[in-house]
């Protein structure tokens, strides 16, 4: 089991920057991969980005590419999304989630097995 809570979340400005974290427990945090997901209003949940569990690889949505970051301090047990130059569409309740290690990052949502309970990133235009 890992049990995951997001936090960082807040209001900004078009243009602005945001760092996301996230604090793990449970199972040894270095034998995860790690994802970002976000789901805005009436949207389905979709991918941001992803690491893999020594923090070597990383993949981001093309949306987010330029923009955001993905890294992870595995002696504090933490993830983080650093999102720079925001934009309106970004709002959404972002969640990270873990998986056991893979040879490939994965995208899809239904292959995460643990998942935060969310922040909220809203962005004003």
């Known amino acids: 089991q890992v049990q995951l809570v997001e936090s960082g979340g807040g209001l900004v400005q078009a243009g602005g920057s945001l760092r996301l974290s996230c604090a793990a427990s449970g199972r040894t945090f270095s034998n995860v991969d790690m994802g970002w997901f976000r789901q805005a209003p009436g949207k389905e949940r979709e991918f941001v980005a992803a690491i893999n569990w020594g923090g070597g690889r990383i993949y981001l949505a093309d949306s987010v590419k330029g923009r955001f970051t993905i890294s992870r301090d595995n002696a504090k047990n933490t993830v983080y999304l650093q999102m720079n130059n925001l934009k309106p569409e970004d709002t959404a309740v972002y969640y990270c989630?873990?998986?056991?290690?893979?040879?490939?990052?994965?995208?899809?949502?239904?292959?995460?097995?643990?998942w935060g309970q969310g922040t909220q990133v809203t962005v004003s235009s």
């Open positions: 989630a873990a998986r056991k290690p893979t040879a490939v990052l994965l995208t899809p949502t239904s292959r995460y097995d643990y």
